[in-house]
């Protein structure tokens, strides 16, 4: 993850960054899994979308946990998933519960 004010300079960089990874790690970047955002859209990282001021779980991360605990509803199965959500703004994901 690159972050930076100006969109022009992550444009200059993709070329290289490629280059880098092909020449160097014989990597190839997926080209759909590349883009530019703003911050104010969130980063989507490891099932959470995370903002400048808070984080929330994402949408599809949280309908699989939903479907997960409607299939196993035991004790510890909904407390390994209230620990997750103690780190994000999750309170009507908890009422869900």
Do not use: Q
């Amino acid at each position: 993850m690159i972050l930076s004010e100006n969109k022009k300079y992550l444009e200059y960089l993709l070329p290289g960054i490629n280059d880098y990874f092909y020449n160097k790690l014989k990597l190839k970047p997926h080209p759909d899994k590349v883009f530019i955002k703003t911050l104010s859209s969130g980063v989507d990282f490891l099932g959470w979308v995370n903002f400048s001021d808070h984080r929330v779980l994402r949408a599809k991360t949280t309908n699989r946990m939903l479907k997960k605990i409607k299939c196993n509803s035991n004790t510890e199965t909904i407390n390994s998933y209230l620990g997750l959500l103690k780190h994000g703004n999750t309170y009507k994901i908890k009422g869900e519960i």
